[in-house]
Nanobody, 123 residues
Framework: QVRLVESGGGLVQPGGSLSLSCAAS????????MAWFRQGPGNEREIVAT????????YYAESVKGRFTISRDNVENTVSLQMNSLKPENTAVYYC????????????????WGQGTQVTVSS
């Protein structure tokens, strides 16, 4: 079993920054492709960013490119999401997710999920 626990959400003003962290336990973390998804009010859960097991390849949703950065630490078993220049439309619950065997942007391909952390961007 894999356990994922997110932290770092909160309230931030437009233009501000937040850093989310996800701590993983239970299986060999370095074997997983890791991802961040988000689900805003009334919306479906959507991909934000992914990172391969080595950290050498990343993917970003078009709406966050240049503002968000995903990274991972296979020693500390964590994956992070640095979010800069935040906008009100980035308000959502952010979820950390993990899967074996290959990159995917589909939420249906991720077997392991954290409980989510709320990010609210508002003045």
């Amino acid at each position: 079993q894999v356990r994922l626990v997110e932290s770092g959400g909160g309230l931030v003003q437009p233009g501000g920054s937040l850093s989310l962290s996800c701590a993983a336990s239970g299986r060999t973390f370095s074997s997983f492709v890791m991802a961040w998804f988000r689900q805003g009010p009334g919306n479906e859960r959507e991909i934000v960013a992914t990172v391969t097991w080595s950290g050498g390849r990343t993917y970003y949703a078009e709406s966050v490119k240049g503002r968000f950065t995903i990274s991972r630490d296979n020693v500390e078993n964590t994956v992070s999401l640095q979010m800069n220049s935040l906008k009100p439309e980035n308000t959502a619950v952010y979820y950390c997710a993990a899967r074996y065997y290959g990159h995917s942007t589909s939420r249906y391909d991720y077997a392991y999920w954290g409980q989510g952390t709320q990010v609210t961007v508002s003045s």
